[in-house]
T-cell receptor
Framework: KNEVEQSPQNLTAQEGEFITINCSYS?????LHWLQQHPGGGIVSLFM???GKKKHGRLIATINIQEKHSSLHITASHPRDSAVYIC????????????FGKGTLLTVNP | DVKVTQSSRYLVKRTGEKVFLECVQD?????MFWYRQDPGLGLRLIYF???????EKGDIPEGYSVSREKKERFSLILESASTNQTSMYLC????????????????FGAGSRLTVL
């Protein structure tokens, strides 16, 4: 069974700050997902990564497979980045099932 | 863009009623999923389907059933709704990437918030 832990649970930042959200998992996995959920909104997949780093606009995701750790960074944060960020990793022995972290609630104040 | 459409955004039902939640995706995805999301518990898998007429139980299937008669449509059924099924229900779909286990990117619907009175 793969446990997925996120930190911090809650994060408040001022506009323009650099944000880091961390995700650790208990067993070796081949891929990790980062998802975003705005208040009252649906969930959007931000990244799926299996190695190294991916970048999309101001969002950067990194993963270290050996250390079982991934980070999501937001540069020049903006109030519209306020959302819950969720990481998820595949279950051992399953091609389809994911284990989700509890999410990090990010609030960016103007 | 892949679109996953859930039929109802908000529903209010009474205890004991039969409830249907419909989900349709328009990108020919093989896999479809039903999750529920509750505060403090995160996303939990109810059922999933990897092909037409195929279904597998997730982590919390009790009190639910599903139907997938066509590739694009995956229905979640609450046979007799109970108050503990008040929740946000999220449908998702994915294509088989064929590369890494668990690497299929999920596309979610907007969610259906169900209240059972």
């Amino acid at each position: 069974k793969n446990e997925v832990e996120q930190s911090p649970q809650n994060l408040t930042a001022q506009e323009g700050e650099f944000i880091t959200i961390n995700c650790s998992y208990s067993v070796g996995i081949s891929a990790l997902h980062w998802l975003q959920q705005h208040p009252g909104g649906g969930i959007v997949s931000l990244f799926m990564l299996s190695s190294g780093k991916k970048k999309h606009g101001r969002l950067i995701a990194t993963i270290n497979i050996q250390e079982k750790h991934s980070s999501l960074h937001i540069t020049a944060s903006h109030p519209r980045d306020s959302a819950v960020y969720i990481c998820a990793g595949p279950r051992v022995g399953s091609n389809y099932k994911l284990t989700f972290g509890k999410g990090t609630l990010l609030t960016v104040n103007p | 863009d892949v679109k996953v459409t859930q039929s109802s955004r908000y529903l209010v039902k009474r205890t004991g009623e039969k409830v249907f939640l419909e989900c349709v995706q328009d990108m020919d995805h093989e896999n479809m999923f039903w999750y529920r999301q509750d505060p403090g518990l995160g996303l939990r898998l109810i059922y999933f389907s990897y092909d037409v007429k195929m279904k597998e139980k997730g982590d919390i299937p009790e009190g639910y059933s599903v139907s997938r008669e066509k590739k694009e449509r995956f229905s979640l059924i609450l046979e007799s709704a109970s108050t503990n099924q008040t929740s946000m229900y999220l449908c998702a779909s994915s294509a088989n990437s064929g590369v890494l286990a668990g690497a299929n990117v999920l596309t979610f619907g907007a969610g259906s918030r169900l209240t059972v009175l």
